[in-house]
DNA sequence: CTCATTTGACCGGG
DNA sequence: CCCGGTCAAATGAG
């Protein structure tokens, strides 16, 4: 499938320019009044992934497997469309859950990436992410010309990592792969990449990847949860720890307010407006181009955002009223970008144009 | 043989 | 009843 032994050092190049947008984001998350803790976790893990790959990629440069892995360039991350549906119900661990609490796991967080094809190779081969993911399902979707696939993580059995992604191509451009993340990947995965390593390369001892002790989690996660372990069910507890739903009390982020709810809870991305670490000088920052923005119709026009949802009624109530919704094109996905090039610390993006 | 993907049936919310 | 999402039997690849 994705085999393709080529190129580490442009698989390299790939991970460390990666990382770096990543490790922007979180800098920007850090920053925005209000990040939920997932978002940053996510990013987080994602810095970690790609460190390992890169390490890895170094440490047997002659491997192919190492270099796997292919970063989708650029990542964006666009708020998905939330319709308030969305439901995943499970039939394994549904009734546990299904006493207490009377809603659930409902709205799980949930981000969406767009990534453009792989360069060059004619094959349009989702990403590989670093996870495995087996697939469990394909749709025709309504609006849309092609179908979606629906992918879970393989360890599921194993170890009741919950993480499953969507992968849609884009309509008008197949290009450009769109896909959506749920949940979080609790299982200690060996991305096949590091796996291999010869000699015991000094992988850290994976803090994160434990799975969570059903006794432990909820409130005092507040200590180690580096990553992950969060919303981590194991059929026991689980109820709503993913999302706390806090307290009516977020407020949402447009007028730069802030709240500082802090905990999890909300919406991460926000504000905007101006503001532009990261952005501007797009020759500097090679890649660097992510705009995070709420993915509001008040504040359209941007390409991408990332973020995350959960179970806040009524501000995803709200954005979901004017995001997505049946087959307005605008939202989605508006790049044009076809292909990026990855060798290239200092792409170019010359289309000007996004939105017609 | 094992195991991942395929594919239509099934489930449940709206 | 429609539709997105998941299950699970059948199928194919290694």
């Known amino acids: 499938m994705e085999k393709m032994g080529d190129l580490e050092p442009k698989n390299l190049l790939n991970e460390l320019i990666q990382g ?75 009734d546990s859950e299904a006493k207490d609490t009377p809603k659930k796991r409902k709205t799980l967080p949930r981000w969406t990436q767009l990534v453009p094809v792989t360069s060059g190779t004619g094959l349009e081969s989702p990403l590989d992410d670093g996870f495995s993911w087996r697939k469990y399902g394909q749709k025709d979707i309504l609006g849309a010309r092609y179908p979606r696939g629906y992918y879970r993580c393989s360890h599921r059995n194993v170890q009741g990592c919950l993480a499953t992604k969507q992968v849609q191509r884009s309509d008008e451009d197949p290009t450009i792969f769109e896909i959506t993340y749920r949940g979080r990947h609790t299982c200690t995965q060996a991305p096949s990449s590091s796996q291999i390593p010869p000699t015991s390369s000094p992988r850290k001892q994976d803090q994160d990847t434990h799975l969570v002790n059903p006794q432990q989690l909820n409130q005092q996660q507040s200590q180690n ?20 739903q806090s307290h009516p009390y977020s407020s949402f982020p447009f007028p730069s307010t802030s709240n500082i ?96």
């Open 20 to 94: 770096r947008e990543l490790a922007k984001q979180l800098q920007f998350h850090l920053n925005a009044p209000t990040s939920s803790k997932e978002s940053r976790e996510l990013l987080l893990q994602r810095i970690l992934v790609s460190y390992e790959k890169a390490l890895s990629i170094l440490m047997n440069c002659g491997t192919s497997a190492a270099a796997e892995v292919q970063p989708t360039g650029p990542i964006r991350m666009v708020e998905s469309p939330p319709s308030p549906r969305s439901e995943d119900s499970d039939r394994d661990v549904k």
């Open 225 to 244: 949860d580096l990553l992950l372990n969060f919303q981590k069910e194991l059929r026991v507890v689980t109820e709503n720890l993913d999302i706390p």
């Open 261 to 356: 709810e802090a905990e999890n809870a909300l919406i991460s991305s926000s504000v905007m407006g101006h503001f532009s670490p990261s952005f501007t000088s797009p020759g500097a920052s090679g890649t660097g181009t992510n705009y995070f923005q709420i993915g509001d119709e008040g504040m359209t026009g941007v390409q991408g955002s990332l973020n995350f949802q959960s179970s806040n009624s009524e501000i995803t109530d709200l954005i979901s009223a004017t995001t997505s919704t049946t087959n307005s094109p605008t939202v989605g996905l508006g790049f044009p970008y076809g292909n990026v090039e990855f060798g290239d610390p200092n792409f170019s993006f010359n289309n000007s144009g996004f939105f017609p």
